[in-house]
């Protein structure tokens, strides 16, 4: 059973810098979708950013030009530089891949990263 391992979560000052990695810890083949989602306290997860096998990126209006989704295909890990961090950006950060090989399509979930901006 593949499982994603998220680490860079942490504490930072507002206008700080961190950097997200997922990592997967097995090969995961027919990869569609990369993605970071984010869950606030009593707030519903939502979408950061997602890569797709194809190279194209998607960010939720909040992060535009202060977060960025990469990958390395030979670490087998997904990226999310966030720049500029705002106290709104404090939640849970989870990772996610979607894949679809062998006629089957699975979903995997990492643990959670808590990222903190507060002065």
């Known amino acids: 059973q593949v499982q994603l391992v998220e680490s860079g979560g942490g504490l930072v000052q507002p206008g700080g810098s961190l950097r997200l990695s997922c990592a997967a810890s097995?090969?995961?083949?027919?990869?569609?979708?990369m993605g970071w989602y984010r869950q606030a306290p009593g707030q519903q997860r939502e979408l950061v950013a997602t890569?797709?096998?194809?190279?194209?990126?998607h960010y939720a209006d909040s992060v535009k030009g202060r977060f960025a989704i990469s990958r390395d295909y030979r670490k087998n890990t997904v990226y999310l530089q966030m720049n500029s961090l705002k106290p709104e950006d404090t939640a849970v950060y989870y990772c996610?891949?979607?894949?679809?090989?062998?006629?089957?399509?699975?979903?995997?979930w990492g643990q959670g990263t808590q990222v903190t901006v507060s002065s």
């Open positions: 996610n891949i979607r894949s679809s090989f062998g006629g089957a399509i699975r979903e995997y």
């Open positions: 097995g090969s995961i083949f027919g990869i569609n979708l």
């Open positions: 890569l797709t096998s194809g190279g194209s990126t």
